[in-house]
């Protein structure tokens, strides 16, 4: 949530990568890799939509939980 209350709707990536706990760099890298989807705006701003952002967590504990046979 921002000052005002509200919740962003499109983070940058450096809000991106502090909401996952990971590197500016390395968010950059999934966002190559295809594996972060972004919205660009613009010439050259770059936004991941906070729906996608917790997608892309959701996804992630997915494919963790099956490489260890969870159910």
Not at 2 to 29: D, F, M, P, Q
Not at 47 to 53: D, G, I
Request: contains cysteine; positive net charge.
């Amino acid at each position: 949530m921002n000052a005002g209350g509200t919740e962003k709707l499109l983070l940058k990536v450096s809000e991106a990568a502090e909401a996952l706990g990971i590197s500016r760099s390395h968010c950059y890298e999934l966002i190559q890799a295809g594996r972060l989807p972004v919205v660009r705006l613009g010439g050259r701003a770059v936004r991941v939509p906070a729906c996608w952002l917790r997608q892309f967590v959701d996804q992630e504990v997915l494919r963790w939980q099956r490489a260890r046979g969870e159910p």
